[in-house]
Every structure is written in structure tokens, then in C-alpha cells.
């Protein structure tokens, strides 16, 4: 008997604290308080994520663009809907949305990674080698800017610039195959 009392009193606990934690947010103190919706944790960005994990680019960019009206000053979902749109080639766009995050967020260096590889892919080489060196001023040992770097001399016929770059990257690089799997 007393055992199916103490399990009620525990599932009542479990059931009714959650109620009283909402009901009551504003007499706990400031650092126990429920926080506020957190974008990172929203459902669509699960659903985003699985859409690009299986190459379905535009139901991601959409769940992205969906994201934005929600969240319209968020850097990291005008991040990935930037590079989901440089990876569909639609350039304007991905320009749009990568500066903007960097706009917000000017030390992200993955966004300016990923407006660099951008450049690269459009053939605008003085662009992406701008953005490279902004990354490799701030982090010079950030293996796949200076790889890129590398790329993006090699493209210009800067063959022994391009040399240092990619020897640079492939010597920060923890694992050596890494400039022969990554996909510019």
C-alpha cells in the first residue's frame, strides 16, 4: 500500500511541477526561469536538417525561408540558407543571405567561409581571396580557408602562392586527405 501511495505522490510531482514552474515563472529568480524559445531548437530545423542531409536543397531552403520569417535577424539561419542556395547556384540569393549574417555576425568565420567558396564557385577569385584573408588574419591555421586560398591562386595562375596555401593547409591539417575530399 505504501508503495502505491509514494509512487502516486511521485508521477503527481513529475506531472504537476512543469505546470507549476509556467504558472509561476515570475516569482523564480532570474537565473532559474524558463528561457525563452531558443530558434537552434525549433522543430523546423530538425526538418531542415534531414532534408539536406538528404539532398533535398530546396524543401531545406524552404523550411529555411520559413525559419526566417519567424527569426528574420538570425545569422545562423541566414547562414545555411546561404549556402543551400550558393550549393543550388542561385547566387543572388546566397549573397544576400551570407552578408547579412555576417552583417550581424562579422566574426563568423564559417559564414565567411562559405560566402568565399561562393566566390570561388562564381569564378569571382579577388572576392574570395578578400574574404580568405579576413579568415586567415583571424585564423591562421583554419585549414580549409588556407586550402582555398590555395585553390583560388591556382585559378590565377599565382602557382607559387598557391603552393604555400595549399601546403600551408594540408600542414594544419590533422588528416592529410583532407584537400582531396573537400569539395569546391
Known amino acids: 500500500m505504501k508503495k502505491k501511495s509514494l509512487l502516486k505522490i511521485i508521477i503527481a510531482f513529475v506531472f504537476l511541477l512543469p505546470l507549476h514552474l509556467a504558472c ?26 534531414e532534408a539536406e542531409k538528404d539532398q533535398n536543397l530546396q524543401q531545406a531552403a524552404s523550411i529555411f525561408e520559413q525559419l526566417l520569417s519567424k527569426y528574420p535577424d538570425n545569422p545562423y539561419f541566414m547562414y545555411r540558407l546561404g549556402r543551400i542556395y550558393s550549393i543550388l547556384k542561385k547566387w543572388d540569393e546566397a549573397e544576400k543571405y551570407l552578408t547579412r549574417s555576417l552583417e550581424i555576425n562579422p566574426d563568423d568565420q564559417d559564414t565567411r567561409l562559405a560566402l568565399a567558396r561562393m566566390y570561388y564557385w562564381k569564378k569571382e577569385y579577388k572576392k574570395a581571396e578578400k574574404e580568405l584573408l579576413i579568415i586567415l588574419q583571424k585564423m591562421p ?13 591556382y585559378a590565377e595562375e599565382k602557382n607559387e602562392v598557391a603552393e604555400i596555401y ?8 590533422s588528416e592529410k586527405t583532407s584537400y582531396f575530399s573537400f569539395k569546391t
Open 141 to 153: 591555421n583554419y585549414t580549409e580557408a588556407s586550402i582555398l586560398l590555395g585553390k583560388v591562386y
Open 24 to 49: 509561476n515563472e515570475n516569482s523564480l529568480p532570474q537565473e532559474t526561469k524558463i528561457s525563452s524559445e531558443n530558434p537552434q531548437e525549433n522543430p523546423l530545423v530538425f526538418q531542415a536538417n
Open 166 to 173: 595549399l601546403k600551408q593547409g594540408l600542414n594544419d591539417s
